[in-house]
């Protein structure tokens, strides 16, 4: 088998599973190119594909993130995608990634029947149990641990080894030691913007104030939050005034200038919720907020709070 579908929603279980998949077929040493879905298209996976190597005649290909693109936007090259895995190059290894596929999609049943499937799923409590082994541990305290890191296993294995560190001489890790050395985690900053955006859309204001506050934790300046608002309204008029014209998302992504149409895809989402004359209102009223902040001394947390209420 040259051509492999893995699962998970963790980084490092995939990494692991990658170096594993690599190692088993002979592939060790071999120059490996990654295409990941949210900023390359696939096409370029795909040229890589059809292409010999200048230096290698052998080769291994991950396309990451295959969850983010759907089969309507890009059906011509899920297509080339498939007839290449069943006339796969012996010389070269294909490992598709995907965080959380969707089995009711026959894109996804395609692509389990064609490759070899792996779904990674990892007890993160058992895990942070075997990370610390040989360290005295309650489970109250394994509990927190795995609060704090979300049941990341990528951020577990980060942190059990700063507190293996920290606690080497007595080999015992409480409750404080979790709370005193293990910075919580949070989601990524640019989803936080995205909901931020939609309970704006739904008018949820407490929603709304709720997500900026959240934002403001990730040390950003209300500035840097009304650049990053501009940025999402701005790109959800434009996606609103190509959606009239029936196109695809792909199709909107190229003309955006967007490497994928993941993030056309997720714009959709709040464009239905208003129409282009409120997204305009709305473009207006950061552009004044920033000239406020510019050229006088209004407090900008008042300036955003303002915003959100009378939205």
């Known amino acids: 088998m040259h051509s492999y579908l893995i699962e998970s929603e963790d980084s490092l279980s995939l990494q692991k599973k990658r170096e594993s998949i690599i190692d088993k077929q002979h592939f060790k040493d071999v120059p490996i190119e990654v295409y990941d879905m949210e900023e390359i298209p696939l096409s370029n996976a795909l040229e890589d594909l059809d292409t010999y190597g200048l230096f290698s005649n052998k080769k291994v290909i991950i396309i990451q993130n295959i969850d983010s693109l759907k089969y309507d936007d890009n059906a011509f090259d899920f297509d080339h995608l498939f007839h290449y895995i069943e006339n796969p190059n012996p010389d070269y290894l294909l490992i598709i990634e995907s965080r959380k596929l969707n089995n009711t999609l026959k894109v996804t049943k395609a692509m389990k029947k064609i490759c070899q499937y792996e779904k990674i799923e990892i007890d993160s ?53 979790i709370e005193e050395l293990v910075v919580k985690k949070m989601g990524d900053s640019k989803d936080l913007v995205f909901a931020f955006s939609r309970s704006l859309a739904l008018r949820d204001k407490k929603d709304a104030l709720k997500k900026y506050h959240e934002l403001l934790s990730y040390q950003l300046e209300p500035f840097g939050i009304i650049g990053l608002l501009a940025s999402q309204y701005r790109i959800a008029y434009q996606v609103k005034v190509l959606e009239s014209r029936n196109l695809k998302d792909r199709e909107i992504a190229e003309l955006l200038g967007e490497k994928s149409d993941y993030r056309i895809r997720k714009t959709r989402e709040i464009t239905s919720l208003y129409s282009e004359n409120e997204l305009l209102q709305c473009l207006q009223k950061l552009a004044d907020m920033d000239y406020q902040l510019k050229t006088s001394d209004v407090d900008p947390n008042h300036l955003l709070e303002m915003f959100i209420i009378n939205i």
């Open 125 to 177: 409590k058992a895990f942070i149990k075997e990370e610390l082994k040989g360290y005295k541990i309650d489970f109250q305290t394994i509990l927190l641990l795995d609060e704090y890191c979300m049941g990341d296993i990528t951020k577990i294995s980060n942190e059990c080894a700063k507190l293996k560190e920290y606690k080497f001489n007595d080999k015992t890790i409480t409750k404080k030691d």
